[in-house]
C-alpha cells in the first residue's frame, strides 16, 4: 500500500538563513504510531509544519494521501488534525465553541454526537461550558487534542501533547491515542518521555540536528542497537580480567567485586552457558547473577548524546 505520508528530501532554511532540515526522507503508513524523538532544537515542529502546510518548505516534496501539501493544500489539510506544541487558543471562547468551530474551519458539517464524544473521552465534558482561560494548564492542551480531533482527521499529529499533562491524564490521554489507532486513524507524535514512545509506538525515528538518523520499527531497534548485560557476583575479588578472558565483552566491575559480561541479545544462550563453562575452567567462582537490559531512553541517549 502506498504511504500516506512521503517526504523526500525535504529541506528548510529560516529567514534568518538557520538551517534546520538537511534533507528529511520519511514515509509513513496508513494506520501506525511513529514516534519522533529528538532533543530541543532537532527539528522534529519544523517538520510536522512543513507537512501540516503551515510552514514552507525550502526544498523536496510532501505528500499526504498521494496530494502535495503545498499544490493541494486545502485536500492535505483536511486529512490532518494537528495538536500544536504550543496553545494558541482563543482564550475568551467556551470549550463547546471553540472544539465546534475548529470543525466548520475544516469545511465539515456540524455534528455535535461527534463533539460530544470528543469532550467526553477527553474528559472536557464537565468543562464544555467554560471558557479557555478557566482552564487548567493541562486542560487547555487537551482541548487543543479536541480540536485536532474535531473534524474526524485521518492523520493526527500530537507535537509533545504530554508535556505539562499529569500521570492520569497522560494515561487517559493514551487511551484515546490507542482508540484511534484501532480505528484506523495514523498517528505522528513527538515526546521527551521516551518510556512513552517505548509503550506506544510502532515505530520510532530518532532526529538530531536537522536529520532522521534512523527510523525503525521498535523491536527491530531494541534487537539491533539494543544491548544485554549479564552481571556476575564474584566469590573473589579480581584485580583485573585475567589475560585469557580479554577482548570476549568481559569487563571487571564495582571494584573487582563483579564480572560483567555485554552481549547483543541475538546469540544470547549459546554464548552465555560458553562464557560459564569457561569460567568453571579458570576456577572464577560466582554467587549470584542478574542481567541489565538497555532501553530505548539508553539507545537515544547513545545515538544523540554528544551532539548537540
Ligand atoms: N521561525 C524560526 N526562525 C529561525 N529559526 C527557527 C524558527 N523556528 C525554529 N527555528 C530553529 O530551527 C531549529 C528547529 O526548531 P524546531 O522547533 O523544529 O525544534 P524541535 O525539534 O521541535 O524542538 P523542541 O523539542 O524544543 O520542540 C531550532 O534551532 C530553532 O531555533
Ligand atoms: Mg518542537
Known sequence: MAPIISIRNLTKTYANGFQALKGIDLDVEKGEILALLGPNGAGKTTMISIVCGIANPSGGTVTVGGHDVIKDFRATRSMIGLVPQELTTDQFETVWNTVSFSRGLHGKKANPAHIEKVLRDLSLWEKKDNTLRELSGGMKRRVLIAKALSHEPEILFL???????????????????????????????????????????????????????????????????????????????????????????????????????????????ASIAKLLSRLEEEGIHFRDLSTRQSSLEDIFVSLVGGHK
Not at 527491530?220 to 584485580?239: C, H, T
Request: proline residues 3%; negative net charge; charged residues 25%.
Open 159 to 269: 507535537d509533545e501533547p504530554t508535556a505539562g499533562v499529569d500521570v492520569t491524564l497522560r494515561k487517559d490521554m493514551w487511551h484515546v491515542v490507542e482508540g484511534l489507532r484501532q480505528s484506523g486513524v495514523t498517528i505522528i507524535l513527538t515526546t521527551h518521555y521516551i518510556e512513552e514512545a517505548e509503550e506506544i509506538a510502532d515505530r520510532v525515528g530518532v532526529i538530531n540536528g536537522g536529520q532522521l538518523l534512523l527510523v525503525e520499527q521498535k523491536a527491530a531497534l531494541m534487537a539491533k542497537l539494543g544491548r544485554k548485560q549479564l552481571i556476575l557476583d564474584l566469590v573473589e575479588p579480581l584485580e583485573a580480567l585475567p589475560d585469557c578472558l580479554q577482548g570476549n565483552g568481559l569487563s571487571v566491575g564495582d571494584g573487582g567485586t563483579t564480572l560483567i559480561y555485554d552481549f547483543d541479545t541475538t546469540h544470547e544462550h
